[in-house]
């Protein structure tokens, strides 16, 4: 597998992200019946039930071979990674949203901003800041905001995804290709992704012929 170093390539060239995801929601498990016993009353005391993580998910998404369930389980990890932890932040990301499609996005970044001073460990709303800075051609803005993304959730598929793109959209074939080999360790089942390698290692194989 190859490597590449974000630092150094973010250094050499103007990128930009692509990062996107649209959240869904789990379906609760259904409980097992339990079994009745007569003469004797049953007592059900409900527990919490267990939190799926995203550590598991992205377990999860890792085996998955079918695409639908894969994207079906990377939209709830996606939906993870956009909850700050915070209502006034998801708030601010919300309005922000609504910004950026009205097309206001001297406004969308200024809820950002305001998101990622409270929360600094707010992923989601890093990688929302990164894609608006593109839209509006902050594009060394953009690399800077993909890079703390990878910082604070090295397995962000959708950063990899965009910079993956972007660096062969620079012409940057190899560093690009070891993105997307990178991305697919994540999301092995993402078609889309596998096609995008097999071009890039057929055309750089020729190109080294």
Do not use: C
């Amino acid at each position: 597998m190859r490597r590449f170093s974000l630092r150094l390539v973010l250094a050499a060239l103007p990128f930009t992200a692509v990062l996107a995801g649209a959240p869904s929601h789990a379906q609760e498990p259904e409980l097992m019946p339990q079994p009745e016993q007569p003469g004797i009353e049953q007592i059900v005391i409900d527990g919490p039930a267990e939190e799926t993580t995203i550590d598991s998910l992205l377990a999860d998404l890792k085996r998955e071979r079918q695409a639908h369930q894969a994207q079906r389980i990377a939209n709830q990890i996606t939906a993870r990674w956009n909850e700050s932890g915070s209502a006034t932040v998801d708030l601010l990301m919300e309005w922000a949203k609504k910004a950026t499609e009205e097309k206001r996005h001297a406004a969308a970044l200024d809820f950002l901003d305001q998101a990622i001073v409270l929360r600094p460990d707010a992923v989601g709303a890093w990688n929302q800041r990164a894609t608006l800075h593109f839209i509006m051609g902050n594009y060394q803005k953009s690399v800077a905001d993909i890079e703390k993304v990878l910082e604070l959730e090295p397995r962000h598929f959708g950063a990899l995804a965009g910079f993956a793109a972007i660096l062969a959209d620079r012409g940057a074939e190899e560093a690009s290709l070891a993105a997307w080999e990178r991305y697919l360790e994540i999301y092995p089942a993402d078609r889309q992704a596998q096609e995008f390698v097999i071009t890039l290692s057929e055309k750089l194989a020729g190109t080294r012929t």
